[in-house]
């Protein structure tokens, strides 16, 4: 099957009112280049291990691993040494809102195991080994795994105490070299989520962030004639000037020659 450019095996699909399910094999050591998908989609790791690039942060995926992409995100996979075998669900969102009155979740999700797994497990098996009855059992799973997920969403959306602590690093030490697996381990989270839920929050990421404090610093330093651009930038942390003025122009836009000549008057 070509989804967008990336290829994979598809060895069984199913099709249901706003549901299209997938059993799907890729090659083990591959990457799958950024894409997307035109419905929201939800990927259920079987066998094999990858690395999914998403939302600007990057995680790992085991077996029985969950992952939830809205419509259109874009993302990336790097798929471990062995085959790799997911099961897939396309969820078309108003079909379902449509006929069912369920929603689906706005942002990405990662989860690990019970209860989820346990739920897409069972989704999986009525897809494996349907009869009769496997379509209204599968509807029903749906559904299920949807209020599962919009829990979850919720949950995320809530603005977490550890946030409060993440913002405290990055005024304490934008200057530093930081990384997000460092911020990850001060505060206790993993770093995938530190990622998704700072993004969600403050609709930037944490180098934005980052780099956005650096400019600020920067800005207050400009007022001193007496020092050089080249000194400000590395007192900001910026490791050379042109790294500098093309951040300072990203964020202000301007440069910061003219902007230290426009308050200098």
């Not at 997920?149 to 304490?172: K, Y």
């Not at 050089?228 to 050379?240: Q, R, V």
Request: a negative charge.
């Amino acid at each position: 099957m070509i989804i967008q450019g990336v290829q994979g095996h598809v060895v069984r699909s199913s099709r249901e009112p706003g549901i299209v399910c997938h059993e799907v094999f890729y090659d083990g050591g591959r990457t799958l280049d950024r894409h997307a998908h035109e419905c929201s989609f939800l990927a259920f790791a079987l066998d094999g291990r990858y690395r999914e690039i998403a939302c600007g942060s990057e995680f790992d995926c085991n077996p029985r691993s969950i992952v939830f992409h809205p419509a259109q995100e874009e993302h990336a996979i790097r798929i471990g040494a062995s085959i790799l075998r997911c099961f897939g669900i396309e969820l078309d969102r108003t079909e379902l809102l449509r006929r069912f009155g369920a929603h689906t979740p706005s942002s990405l999700l990662h989860i690990e195991g019970r209860p989820m797994a346990a739920v897409l497990s069972n989704l999986y098996g009525e897809f494996r080994h349907g009869d009769s009855c496997s379509s209204l059992a599968i509807q029903g799973l749906v559904l299920q795994m949807l209020a599962g997920l919009s829990r979850a969403d919720c949950t995320e959306n809530d603005r977490p105490a550890w946030l409060d602590r993440v913002d405290d690093i990055l005024r304490d030490e934008f200057r530093s070299h930081l990384t997000l697996e460092e911020i990850a381990a001060e505060v206790g989270v993993s770093p995938s989520r530190v990622s998704v839920v700072f993004r969600r929050v403050y609709h930037r990421s944490i180098a934005e962030e980052q780099r956005r404090l650096r400019v600020e610093y920067a800005r207050e330093r400009l007022h001193d004639c007496r020092t050089s651009l080249a000194e400000i930038a590395l007192e900001a942390g910026f490791s050379d000037q042109p790294h500098f003025s093309r951040a300072f122009k990203q964020v202000t836009g301007t440069t910061p020659a003219r902007f230290r000549a426009a308050v200098a008057g």
